[in-house]
């Protein structure tokens, strides 16, 4: 690798993180307005996890009111998720992969399906037979496919959307 090269990709690596942290900015300023505009309490925290911007609404109060903005199952955190990459999207023209999570929903049940797909992966380690999950969000597929990798087996998602889910399969 010659010098200009490094210096090359340092400067994409820099550049990558200052558009992360733009895109951070952005969403916080919306979901801000949006916190307003409800008159509910919550404090934003920004970060950059996996190439990605990340986002958080926390609250001091226990978060009963942020429940509110997970809703059931979170179908209101996903549709706030898209409004937010909607909003970063029309400032900076580029698409957004931010994720965004209230009162720590997400991060728990990251923890909840990560175990569920090791699991998945213990049974398929011990029957030799392919398991189909349920059908999950794209979100939730994701942390799945995950922890199958981490157990070193591989999976796959099949069916349509909504109903698309994670079959983990054999070595």
């Not at 009963?64 to 809703?71: A, E, F, I, P, S």
């Not at 698409?95 to 728990?108: T, V």
């Amino acid at each position: 690798m010659t010098e200009g090269t490094t210096t090359s990709a340092a400067a994409e690596g820099v550049d990558t993180l200052s558009r992360l942290e733009q895109e951070g900015e952005i969403a916080a300023d919306y979901l801000e307005g949006l916190l307003d505009i409800a008159d509910l309490d919550g404090d934003i925290d920004m970060d950059v996890e996996a190439d990605r911007a990340a986002v958080s609404i926390i609250s001091d109060a226990g978060g009963r009111d942020l429940q509110k903005l997970v809703g059931r199952d979170g179908e209101v955190l996903e549709a706030l998720q898209e409004l937010t990459r909607l909003a970063v999207h029309r400032e900076t023209g580029d698409r957004s992969r931010l994720m965004l999570d209230i009162a720590g929903y997400r991060a728990k049940k990251r923890e909840e399906l990560s175990e569920l797909g090791a699991k998945a992966a213990a049974e398929v380690k011990s029957s030799g037979e392919p398991v189909k999950m349920k059908a999950m969000t794209p979100f939730e597929r994701k942390v799945v496919h995950d922890a199958v990798k981490a157990a070193g087996l591989r999976s796959e998602s099949e069916g349509e959307e909504p109903q698309r889910f994670v079959v983990v399969l054999p070595a």
